[in-house]
């Protein structure tokens, strides 16, 4: 196989998630935050108390600036302007990064850790690590935040019981800050007091399906049981996040377009057409307009989870946005970074839902997150074992959906985004700032003084080789970065960025 060269993909792995376990998840506990900390006595990177970071590209919500961040005990404690300038005290340590950037750590609001019940799929210790991808400094990894979802772990996480099994599950496995979004089912959207139970006990949020999940303990929610989570969240002033999919009629469209068999890609699309993204969130904007100031569900949210179409759907959300309505949307890197027409017949690494569409559909997309109408991005990082995903059948429709894909949010959205002129600020909300508003993590997202020192350094015009070999902490081995390899995208992209070698 011919070595190719990933010209595109850079991360100096510096990665800082300093925050000093006990100081901070008491604080938590006392919110009733189930935010579970990374202990940092675990991680020997950066073990200094109190110290310094200083840099000539630091992203700061007042934009890119040369100067130098206060740390301590895992807060930011001061931010300056100027390279190299400190406060008063010479006591504490400096560390000196020069021009590489330093940026809020990744959020990612959109994780299956699986764990309990499919460990074998993923896990707190696997899903954590190929997040942070630091322990063996990898140009890969820099999310410092995970928000895990409430399937496919068995059970599924829909009561304070079934929370507390998830936390059980967590302990010390984890290598990034874990928070949990809890799921709204029709048995608990008609039961106010398991949803207030599990709000109370401390999930950030709630997430539904108005599609099949393919998880049989968490079955989807009409638009009737999603306005009955909406007016308890409106109470807790946490978001619904829905898969937003409708089941069209989609026989007549299995029959017309089948001929290439299930192996073949454009047979899986076919199933599941722009139509069923439309008409989903057709139904939840006719709701979002009591989330209006004023409104009968004013304090609730609806955050529309891995939008794959850019069309009618999209159109949908701006509008509903325009009126006020309190709504919110995110893609993923797959999304962004594939297209329908490139993907090979049977390779079922690319199955996902909602599916990866045209390259017209992908530039509109890359056009929606320049534009600020996709608020946030999210890996909807959702493996399987490789017997699930009928790597050797290649039958799209039988085969899991899902993408492996959490260790490499920076770099794929970084290599991509630059080629369409995504700017540093941009990549930082995208990937920060938003995720931590929609989660209600107020101390994180951003270099402010205050806030949890979260951070990433990396350098963005560094390249570093990606092939067959580069090492993943990927639990299953059908991830990501194999898939823009079998590709040949980093080949391409050496031209379209004018590198030869
Ligand atoms: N259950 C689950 O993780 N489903 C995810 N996979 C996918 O491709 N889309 C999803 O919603
Ligand atoms: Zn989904
Ligand atoms: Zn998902």
Redesign the pocket.
Known sequence: MEHFVWRVLPLLTILISLVVFFYLQDSYRAHLHPLVKFPRNKCSLLPHRHFWITSKRIVTPQGIISGSVEINEGKIISVIEGYSKQGKSKQEKIIDYGDAVVMPGLIDVHV?LDEPGRTAWEGFDTGTRAASADLLQLSTGGVTTVVD?P??NHPTTVSKETLKLKLEAAENKIYVDVGFWGGLIPENAHNTSILEGLLSAGVLGLKS?MCS???SD?PLTTIHHIKEGLSVLAKYRRPLLV?SEIQQHSKKHLELNDKGGPRAYLTYLHTRPPSWEEAAIKELVGVTKDTRKGGPLEGAHVHI??LSDSSASLDLIKEAKSRGDSISVETCPHYLAFSSEEIPNGDTRF????PIRDAYNREKLWGAVLEGHIDLLSS?H?PTVPQLKLLEEGDFLKAW???TSLQFDLPVTWSYGKKHGLTLEQLSLLWSKKPATLAGLESKGAIAVGNHADIVVWKPEVEFDLNEDYPVFLKHPAGFFQMLVSLGHNKRWEVAAGIGH
């Open positions: 299956h979802m399937l496919n399906f999940s393919g998880i968490f898969h989870v891995h199955k996902c839902s909602p909807d959702s959906g899902g993408v």
